[in-house]
């Protein structure tokens, strides 16, 4: 066999496995020429939405350590809605919870192994504050690198999206949202 072809087969069967492996481009809220998938309901934007809750959640925990609801992207369908909410200890922005504190899931960018969350959260003095989660995994389990916290405005509040009591039935398919194996470590 020539040295073309050995070269031809394994650059294919390279090419074939970084394919498998790419979790691609999400983006939400959508950006102009938009080339991303908005749709929040795949693993690698649920994942990473669950990733950086945890640590908002570490850091900023709510007021006196209570119930708090989690407002995610429009794009969320509402059983992943509501799973993810579950996986961070919360419950979904329903009618019944708006009066909880809410941590909102502002913006999510997830560019093959590197990802980007913008939450914003309750201060617990009437203000909200935000902080951008810094990512990388895809082809690991997702661990947070960076945390930036930002003054209350710089990063929007998003309008709430709230789902029915019957729309959050835990309805998704499991492989689609199943949490990941924890990292060995999280280093801020």
């Not at 640590?55 to 369908?77: D, K």
């Not at 009066?99 to 203000?127: F, K």
């Amino acid at each position: 066999m020539s040295n073309l072809r050995r070269a031809a087969i394994g650059g294919s069967i390279l090419a074939s496995l970084t394919l498998a492996g790419c979790v691609g481009y999400h983006s939400y809220p959508p950006t102009p020429e938009q080339r991303a998938r908005e749709s929040m309901g795949e693993r690698a934007p649920v994942d990473v939405m669950v990733r950086a809750m945890d640590r908002v959640l570490a850091m900023h925990p709510p007021a006196g350590g209570g119930a708090f609801a989690v407002n995610m992207p429009i794009t969320t369908p509402p059983d992943v809605y509501a799973r993810v909410a579950d996986r961070v200890g919360g419950r979904p922005v329903m009618v019944e919870t708006a009066s909880l504190p809410i941590y909102h899931i502002a913006g999510v960018r997830v560019r093959n192994s590197r990802a980007q969350v913008d939450i914003v959260w309750p201060t617990g003095r009437g203000t909200n504050r935000s902080s951008t989660v810094w990512l990388e995994g895809g082809l690991q389990p997702w661990s947070v690198k960076r945390v930036q916290e930002w003054n209350e405005g710089v990063i929007a509040t998003p309008e709430l999206y709230f789902i029915r009591a019957g729309e959050s039935a835990l309805t998704a398919q499991p492989e689609s949202i199943e949490p990941e194996a924890a990292p060995a470590s999280d280093n801020p």
